[in-house]
C-alpha cells in the first residue's frame, strides 16, 4: 500500500550535515508512526528516529540533540536532518512507516530500500 525511497545520503566529513528525504507514494494516510533506522556494516538495524501522528518524538540516545525528524508540508515527504554527524553515524538510513491495525498494538511496516551515508574523520 505504501512505498518509500529514500534520498540525500552521501559522503561528508566529521561535523558536516545532510538532510535525508523520503519520498513516500500510495495510501500513506494508513501510515501512523513514521521513522528512520539505520544499519551499520556488520550490526543490526537500529532505530534512529520516530515521528507519530501525535506529534510526540523519539530517539536513540546517540542522535539526541544532533538529529531531527519531521515531515513535510505536503505530508508525503519525511526529513531526516543530520547535524554534527560523527564517523559513527556511517550507515545505511532506511526510511520507516508503520500501520496500526484498529484496537490493537500491531501493524505494518513499510521500509524504504536505503540511502548510505558516509562520514569520514
Known amino acids: 500500500q505504501v512505498q518509500l525511497v529514500e534520498s540525500g545520503g552521501g559522503l561528508v566529513q566529521a561535523g558536516e550535515s545532510l538532510r535525508l528525504s523520503c519520498a513516500a507514494s500510495?495510501?500513506?494516510?494508513?501510515?501512523?508512526?513514521w521513522g528512520w533506522y539505520r544499519q551499520a556494516p556488520g550490526k543490526q538495524r537500529e532505530l534512529v528516529a520516530h515521528?507519530?501522528?501525535?506529534?510526540?518524538?523519539d530517539y536513540v540516545g546517540a542522535v539526541k540533540g544532533r538529529f531531527s525528524i519531521s515531515r513535510g508540508s505536503a505530508e508525503n515527504t519525511l526529513y531526516l536532518q543530520m547535524n554534527t554527524l560523527k564517523p559513527e553515524d556511517t550507515a545505511v538510513y532506511y526510511c520507516?512507516?508503520?500501520?496500526?491495525?484498529?484496537?490493537?498494538?500491531?501493524?505494518?511496516?513499510?521500509w524504504g530500500r536505503g540511502t548510505q551515508v558516509t562520514v569520514s574523520s
Open positions: 520507516y512507516g508503520w500501520a496500526a491495525l484498529p484496537g490493537m498494538d500491531d501493524g505494518f511496516d513499510f
Open positions: 500510495g495510501d500513506i494516510a494508513v501510515i501512523d508512526t
Open positions: 515521528l507519530h501522528n501525535s506529534g510526540a518524538t
